[in-house]
């Protein structure tokens, strides 16, 4: 019932305050917005999309293995509506907010606290109040959950240029936080931001101490971009000495009209979380590039490999092997190669092919298992 009343105060919020004159944008999703009363930007997109595996894993075993939202195999997956409610501030000493909803299948793979779980394929995965206080550049000041900072990929699909995410976006980082977070902007080169929160995707604290994060922002130029972030706090039920380190290293580069690269680099330890004692590590680095052939036709490339030394990663998400033993040690490295095309203003169309990897069998071929996982995926995006 309740998950019922969100989804129409949702609509009815969009109907109220968009109104004929209402101007939609084509272009990323922080482009996609309209702006109607009182300053307030609405937006969101619907993204379908349909997958094969050509392992053709057996339904009742599993689908697409480490993957994170493209997990199901041989169906048509409605992946996502989301809708944003967005009036944040833009000078010093005003007040803002932003909120994001969540409909579909998405929305229960980024949902790991029961406070927050409306129900299935329901999910409010962003929510905050934001103030610029009048403190020398302006200092933001936001209350309330975001998404990660952390990494080069994102949970909305129209601002990445693949369909499925990337190894790192799903198993070395975390989605969203809670709590407390400010960013200072020295020049338009510089920026640093600092928060305390109730830990990796928990709005309710799963222990009694908090986690802190950290993130230095250079832009040298107009066309590099430079993230280095740590986020250091205990993550484990009920376990406030145990702590886990993240260290993230995001790197973009715009090298022209057309072409663009980008990397991502993550190490992790978890204290005392090794088979048999110790700190379990896992490390990673993808690359990518992408190249417009024209205003509405890009091809994408992604490669990267994945090191879950300790199985602390596989345990998490508990991947097995035969007879339900986590797999530990796990190396898995996988390349994706997309072809973006826009028929239509608001519209986007990709078709990927994505082959992955891994040190042991941990996918499922048929019946069995297999080291080697391919599948073939085509999705369809309108924003708005």
Not at 61 to 88: A, T
Not at 204 to 233: C, L, M
Not at 238 to 266: C, I, K, M, P
Not at 271 to 286: H, K, L, R, T
């Amino acid at each position: 019932m309740m998950k019922k009343k969100l989804i129409v105060l949702i609509i009815g919020t969009a109907i109220l305050l968009g109104g004929e004159g209402m101007a939609v944008q084509a272009g990323s999703l922080s482009d996609a917005t309209a702006e109607s009363l009182w300053g307030i930007k609405l937006g969101g997109y619907l993204d379908m999309s349909y997958i094969y595996n050509l392992n053709d894993p057996e339904e009742n075993q599993g689908g697409n293995i480490m993957r994170v939202f493209d997990v199901d195999h041989n169906e048509i997956n409605f992946q996502l509506f989301q809708f944003y409610i967005d009036r944040l501030p833009e000078e010093s000493n005003e007040v803002g907010f932003r909120v994001d909803f969540a409909l579909g299948e998405d929305s229960n793979l980024i949902v790991f606290d029961p406070l927050v779980d409306f129900g299935d394929d329901f999910n409010i995965y962003q929510a905050y109040i934001s103030y610029i206080a009048p403190i020398g550049n302006g200092l933001t000041i936001d209350l309330g959950r975001w998404v990660t900072h952390h990494g080069y990929e994102v949970i909305e699909s129209p601002a990445n240029s693949h369909f499925s995410r990337s190894i790192l976006f799903g198993w070395a980082i975390p989605f969203t936080h809670t709590g407390l977070r400010l960013t200072y902007p020295f020049n338009d080169m510089w920026e640093v931001s600092g928060a305390v929160t109730q830990g990796w995707d928990w709005v309710d604290d799963n222990n009694d101490s908090k986690t802190f994060h950290g993130a230095v922002r250079f832009r040298p130029t107009e066309s590099i971009y430079i993230q280095n972030s740590v986020v250091w706090g205990p993550e484990l039920d009920d376990n406030n000495h145990d702590y886990r380190l993240l260290y993230d290293l995001v790197a973009t580069w715009q090298v022209n009209e057309q072409w663009s690269v980008g990397a991502n680099f993550d190490w992790a330890q978890d204290e005392n979380q090794a088979p048999g004692g110790g700190d379990a590590e896992w490390m990673g680095i993808a690359g990518y590039a992408r190249y417009d052939l024209l205003e509405n036709l890009y091809v994408a490339l992604r490669g990267e490999w994945f090191d879950d030394a300790d199985g602390a990663r596989a345990s998490a998400f508990n991947l097995s092997g035969p007879g339900g033993v986590v797999v530990p040690d796990v190396d898995v490295w996988e390349i994706t190669a997309t072809l973006g095309y826009s028929p239509v203003k608001n519209l986007m169309t990709r078709l990927e092919y994505r082959h992955d990897d891994a040190s042991r069998e941990v996918f499922l071929d048929g019946h069995g298992l297999s080291d080697t996982q391919d599948t073939i995926a085509f999705e369809v995006i309108y924003s708005f």
